[in-house]
């Protein structure tokens, strides 16, 4: 895929401003009329040169999983419906009114700012025919992922080393920029790789050894931090049951997969086995 044009740099399908409504009834960012995936591991068929990066469901409980260059769409059973070549890095992304949404840097991650080149790359969450592509350089260390809640998207990223807070940029209907929020979270190794609004609260996964989990409140007010790997994905799926992005590796490439998880006092989430 080709880097897009100076032409198309700040264009974006009219069409979604009408992004408002059902879909985003709720405390969760999916409707209640939504079909939701099996609560239990889940692996996508296929194995890939890139890592997981992110993962979500649609309506109709299909589930997308970007692996940096690839985008594949599953059934709830892990078979490939659809899989597409993508520029390196798409990273985690969310489903909206028919449409994925996918966090991209064609730039740097981590770095002082002027180094990345972040966008929002729509697909067509049935085909995965690309629709728009959506400069958000807002994201100055790199966009590397996306959420969205009551109709507004909020992108994360890459973080310098030194900087003690991270940040979460937020996105009207047709992604034009309304804020940057900050979570004084301290700082996380490569800043905050995946997002979800669930259950009133917001989920971020980050890396790290061991990797973390933020949860912060609807106002990126800091609840809790924990030694708990959801840096590849989550998503809630019904009240307190989540879905966590996982990876595994061999010699034919990378495999990814989900498990399911719940919340815990102790641990912010805890995998169910």
């Keep these: ?11 974006f399908l009219q069409t979604s401003a009408i992004l408002a409504g059902a879909a985003y009834a709720g405390n969760s960012a999916f409707a209640e009329s939504r079909v939701t995936p099996p609560f239990e591991k889940i692996v996508c068929a296929g194995r890939y040169p890139g890592h997981l990066q992110g993962i979500c469901i649609d309506d109709a409980g299909y589930l997308y999983w970007p692996f940096t260059d690839q985008l594949v769409k599953t059934d709830s059973t892990g078979k ?30 981590n770095q002082p700012a002027g ?18 592509r959506v400069e958000t350089q807002e994201v100055v260390h790199g966009a590397g992922g996306m959420s969205v809640r009551d109709g507004h998207f909020y992108v994360i990223g890459g973080l310098p080393p030194g900087i003690e807070e991270n940040y979460v940029y937020e996105y009207d209907a047709d992604l034009h920029f309304v804020k940057r929020h900050v979570i004084d979270s301290k700082y996380s190794l490569m800043g905050i790789q995946s997002a979800n609004f669930h259950d009133g609260y917001w989920w971020f996964g980050c890396y790290g050894k061991p990797a973390e989990l933020i949860k912060t409140d609807v106002d990126f007010k800091m609840l809790g ?23 595994t590796r061999d010699k034919a490439g990378h495999e990814g997969f989900v498990v399911p998880a719940v919340p815990d006092e102790k641990t912010g989430l805890r995998d169910v086995v």
């Design 1 to 11: 895929m080709s880097s897009p044009s100076s032409v198309s740099r700040r264009r």
């Design 80 to 109: 490939i419906v659809k899989q597409i070549p993508v520029v390196s890095h798409h990273g985690d992304l969310c489903y909206a009114d028919g449409k994925i949404y996918v966090a991209v840097n064609l730039g740097q991650f």
């Design 115 to 132: 180094k990345a080149d972040s966008w929002v790359y729509v697909y067509d969450a049935e085909t995965l025919k690309e629709l728009d």
């Design 225 to 247: 931090r924990w030694p708990y790997d959801c840096s590849l994905g989550v998503v809630g799926i019904a009240p307190g049951k989540f879905l966590i992005g996982r990876n």
